[in-house]
């Protein structure tokens, strides 16, 4: 949201409108999607090479798609789902990760919260509740290049040499924060 003038993309919508579960896209696992996944935005704005749509679900555009696979960590550590955004022509995709690596280092996050008994919340006990100044252990995560950490995966991480490759490549939306 830091672009001035910027479009937001919604939440996943499928054809007919009705809105697709955000969560798998987050999972870190390979998706068999039969239905064409739609986009709605709102508010319009000046279109982005990569966007974070609700729910964080990345989507970007060929540009970025093409980069990636010279990059080589197509079908390895991403999946190019096809994707509709409304009002554009040209193609977009969802860029559903496949790896989920548990790699934070709690010790060097500003601050970590877990799902606690008295939050009356069973299902995520012990999961990660917030996690500020995110900081992950370089030795967890080897030479991926593309992945969301492990209970936390609101969170995209690419390498440096992705990062940089975006970088020379001059595309517009996405935000780097060394992690």
């Given at each position: 949201?830091?672009?001035?003038?910027?479009?937001?993309?919604?939440?996943?919508?499928?054809?007919?409108?009705?809105?697709?579960?955000?969560?798998?896209?987050?999972?870190?696992?390979?998706?068999?999607?039969?239905?064409v996944?739609?986009?709605?935005?709102?508010?319009?704005?000046?279109?982005?090479d990569?966007t974070?749509?609700?729910?964080s679900?990345?989507?970007?555009?060929?540009?970025?798609?093409?980069?990636?696979?010279?990059?080589?960590?197509?079908?390895?550590?991403?999946?190019?789902?096809?994707a509709?955004?409304?009002?554009?022509?040209?193609?977009?995709?969802?860029?559903?990760?496949l790896?989920?690596i548990?790699?934070?280092?709690?010790?060097?996050?500003?601050?970590?919260?877990?799902?606690?008994p008295?939050d009356?919340?069973?299902?995520?006990?012990?999961?990660?509740?917030?996690?500020?100044?995110?900081?992950?252990d370089?030795?967890?995560?080897?030479d991926?290049?593309?992945?969301?950490?492990?209970?936390?995966?609101?969170?995209?991480?690419?390498?440096e040499?992705?990062?940089?490759?975006?970088?020379?490549e001059?595309?517009?939306?996405?935000?780097?924060?060394?992690?």
């Open positions: 949201m830091r672009i001035p003038g910027r479009w937001h993309l919604r939440s996943p919508v499928d054809a007919q409108g009705q809105l697709l579960e955000p969560w798998p896209f987050t999972e870190g696992l390979a998706l068999d999607t039969k239905r996944i739609h986009f709605p935005v709102n508010p319009s704005g000046s279109a982005l990569f974070l749509a609700s729910f679900i990345p989507v970007v555009n060929g540009r970025v798609a093409s980069l990636l696979e010279q990059l080589g960590v197509v079908t390895s550590e991403v999946q190019l789902i096809p509709v955004v409304e009002g554009q022509s040209e193609p977009y995709f969802v860029l559903n990760t790896q989920v548990r790699c934070i280092d709690d010790a060097r996050c500003d601050e970590v919260l877990y799902w606690l008295e009356n919340r069973p299902d995520k006990e012990g999961q990660y509740r917030d996690v500020s100044g995110l900081r992950v370089p030795e967890k995560i080897g991926a290049n593309v992945f969301r950490p492990w209970g936390w995966t609101v969170i995209l991480i690419v390498s040499r992705v990062k940089l490759a975006m970088e020379r001059g595309l517009t939306g996405p935000r780097f924060v060394e992690v």
